[in-house]
């Protein structure tokens, strides 16, 4: 026997009874005294990360051109890498390929152009971005620990390694502030590449054919007005 016909049956129990009358309890009915039991305010962040420090200004400038700049490399980077995924996964190459024929006219003229032109920005923009001793992610740490000691100041052993931060902190910008700048106008380059070729291919690429509709089966003929029935087999009962 499995237990759902036990459980539906409890569950059925359960409901037929009228729920016994909710006695109020002393908590309930008398309020709280002032100032005991009551929750407390929620503090606000005395330091909400995204903001800058206090410090001197030359410090908080440095933080923030750190901050800025490191994530704007990330994000150019990652629209790189999306419009990457979209030609290949678009088969964008192949689609320009074969519109582009073996004919002069303004179609396959056209193809060819936006193709070359695709394949240079694609190709300018994975060669801007090295492969190896890029410090991108390093200097996001960086930016954490200066950040850290700027919002400590009176901690002996955060002022003593400031210096050293602060060092490690404008070596990144002077990194990451012009490779910025540089995927930046990558980045633009290959999405405007990408934003004509698919303009292009959704103009010029005709639809697929639709399926053609299938032709009823024709009925079976009836039978035969006055046609004697087969006779029974031996053995069939009448």
Not at 53 to 65: H, M, Q, R
Not at 149 to 154: A, E, M, S, T
Not at 199 to 207: G, K
Request: aromatic residues 4%.
């Amino acid at each position: 026997m499995t237990l759902l016909p036990i459980l539906l049956a409890l569950g059925l129990a359960a409901s037929a009874v009228a729920p016994a009358p909710a006695v109020a309890s002393a908590s309930a009915v008398a309020p709280a005294p002032a100032g005991r039991g009551a929750a407390a305010p929620e503090e606000a962040d005395p330091n909400p990360w995204g903001q800058p420090p206090t410090g001197a200004a030359e410090d908080v400038a440095l933080w923030t051109t750190l901050r800025d700049s490191q994530n704007q490399a990330v994000l150019q980077m990652s629209r790189i890498a999306q419009a990457s995924y979209r030609i290949r996964y678009g088969r964008y190459y192949e689609r320009l390929d074969q519109l582009s024929g073996t004919t002069p006219g303004p179609v396959p003229d056209q193809a060819r152009r936006l193709r070359s032109r695709l394949e240079v920005a694609a190709r300018q923009a994975d060669e801007g971005i090295p492969k190896t001793g890029l410090r991108v992610r390093v200097c996001k740490y960086t930016l954490l620990h200066l950040d850290q000691r700027l919002r400590l100041p009176d901690e002996p052993s955060m002022k003593v390694e400031l210096p050293r931060v602060r060092a490690e902190a404008r070596s990144c910008t002077g990194e990451l502030v012009p490779f910025a700048a540089k995927v930046l106008a990558l980045a633009d380059a290959l999405d405007a590449a990408v934003a004509d070729a698919e303009t292009f291919l959704d103009r010029e690429e005709p639809a697929p054919p639709t399926a053609p509709t299938p032709t009823p089966a024709p009925s079976a003929a009836p039978p035969a007005t006055g046609a004697s029935s087969p006779a029974p087999s031996a053995g069939t009962r009448p």
